[in-house]
Each structure stands twice: as C-alpha cells, then as structure tokens.
C-alpha cells in the first residue's frame, strides 16, 4: 500500500517536472525545421523562475475568479495524472477516484475558470480569445464523450488502467479499426485543446488572431508562471493518455519494484519525444485555420469519433 501511495506522487512528479522540457524540446524542434537556432529546450524553466521573480499586477475590475483561476489551472492537470497509468500498468492508490469521464470534467472545469477570468479583466482581447475558446470546447466535448463511448464498448469500462490492458489483450483489439480511428479522433482533440496547429498558432502573438493564449494575457509574476505551467501540464497528460492508454500500453511497470518504476520514466519519455516529433512534422506542415474552418475540423474529428463507435459496437 505504502508503495502504491509513494508511486502515485511520483508519477505526479514526473508530470510536474518533466512538463516544460516537452514544450521545449518542442519549441527547439519547430525552430530547427524551420532553419532557426530557436531557443534552449531548458528555456521554459528559465521562464518559469523569472515569473516566479517577479512582482503580480492584478487589475482593479476583477473579482476573486480571476486570483483563484491559476490555482485551479495547475492542480487540475496534477490530480489527473493520480488517475491515469503513467507509471505503471497496474491501478494505484487513487486509480480508481475518477474514470476517463471523471478526469475529463476535471481538466474542462480548469479551462472553465480560465474562461471566466479572462472575461473577469475587462480586457477586451480576453473575452474575444475567451470565446473562440469555448467554441472549441463545444465543438471538442461530443467528441470527447464519443471517444469515451467507444472505449466503454472496447473495455466495458472507462478507467484508464483497464482500458489499456483491454488493448493489449487480447492484441486484435490494439488493430481493430475501430481503434484506429479512436486514436484519430483524439489525435485532432489533443490539437484543438491546446491550441496547437492547424487550429491555433501557439506562438503567435496577435491579440486578435489568439485562441488559446489569450486568456493569459492578464496575468503576471506567480499567477502567470502557474498559468503557463498548467497548461503545460495538461498537454503532457493529454499526450500520456494517448500513449499509455490508447496507443502504445507498453514499456511502463509491471511489478511493485522501485527499478521497474524508475526504468519506465526513460521509456515514456522516450514515447512522449516520439510524438512531439510527430507533433513537430504536423505543424510544419499545416497551416492555421481560419476561424469559420475550425468547425470543419471538428466536424471531422466528430464524425470519425462516431464511425469508431458504430464500428465497435457492431463488432461485437
């Protein structure tokens, strides 16, 4: 039990830690394609502690969402990371607190508050970026419960960690199609959550053209570096789910020993730059959607969610 409890807070750790070196590798590797130097995969960190450094300006209109908000934004995607196999492929201590559904409300109700307070400023840009926002959420949570839908017919079950032995055994389920076009489905709700391309640029900095950036305009010192942080953790949560729970279940531990749990950090990091490489090769080559073209992409999204759901149900 002990051990359980100690791994739990280490898999937070790991996600707490190792969020800002993602973005920044990341950010190195879009500058390298680019033929840019860019900046240091370290960079996140240095940015972190200047904000950290720096004196909070809070503006007079706002109300105690807008103060609240950071807190929310970044203990959100690190209770998450309790629930869901990031370590191990085995439940721990709080496995079993929250399903797939459960942890998808708790992130949405982080990116609810970060709404709120951007409106709470009166910042004009806040509210416009606010509402592009939640134009993607609408369009992003039928397909998230599609998602889920499709994963309960697989697994009869929607926890994360039975979830991902139900796609590795029997091995058949990890090829049906159905699964395939799961992975699809959430592959494009992972770019429209975090504002990543075709749907926004992330580092573009025009206050008209921003979507997902725009609601931290307003924040400065601490509550910005929590902001930024937070949304760095719940990229690499989104990204573990894809990996550890949908993609590829393997390489995590399997046995309640130290070495198996300290020898699969490697192995998912590893995972993780995979995929931000991935990630790097799509953005390179797409270009930021306009804003009536971003319903189109969901509605791809949407309508391969419901293909997988139909196909997994008639399959069985």
Request: hydrophobic share 60%; glycine share 6%.
């Amino acid at each position: 039990m002990t051990n359980r409890v100690l791994f739990n807070i280490l898999q937070a750790l790991v996600v707490l830690c190792f969020s800002p070196l993602v973005v920044g590798i990341l950010n190195r590797l879009k500058e390298i394609v680019q033929s840019k130097r860019g900046p240091s995969v370290f960079q996140p960190y240095r940015d972190l502690l200047k904000l950290f450094s720096k004196d909070e300006v809070v503006p007079e209109e706002s109300t105690w969402i807008f103060r609240v908000t950071p807190y929310i934004s970044f203990v959100a995607p690190i209770f998450v990371a309790l629930l869901i196999p990031v370590l191990t492929d085995y439940p721990l201590f709080w496995a079993f607190m929250a399903d797939m559904v459960g942890a998808g409300f708790v992130l949405a109700l982080a990116g609810f508050f970060a709404t709120l307070a951007a409106v709470d400023t009166g910042n004009p840009y806040g509210p416009m970026g606010a509402s592009r926002t939640r134009m993607v959420g609408f369009l992003a949570e039928p397909i998230f419960l599609l998602v889920f839908f499709t994963v309960s017919f697989v697994a009869d079950s929607t926890i994360p960690f039975i979830v991902q032995q139900k796609w590795v055994h029997p091995i058949s389920n990890f090829f049906a199609p159905s699964h395939i076009l799961l992975l699809i489905a959430f592959l494009m709700l992972i770019l429209a959550e975090k504002g990543r391309l075709p749907v926004d640029n992330p580092s573009g900095h025009f206050e008209l053209a921003m979507i997902d950036e725009s609601k931290d305009l307003e924040y400065s010192g601490p509550s910005a570096a929590l902001m930024k942080w937070g949304g760095w953790m719940k990229f690499m949560v989104l990204m573990i789910v894809f990996l550890n729970v949908l993609l590829t279940p393997w390489g995590l531990a399997s046995t309640l020993d130290w070495s198996a749990v300290l020898l699969a950090i490697p192995l998912v990091l590893l995972k993780v730059l995979g995929f931000v490489i991935f990630l790097v090769l799509i953005e390179s080559s797409l270009a930021k959607l306009r804003l009536f073209r971003i319903s189109e992409f969901m509605s791809a999204a949407f309508v391969i969610a419901v293909v997988a759901m139909l196909t997994s149900a008639f399959s069985w």
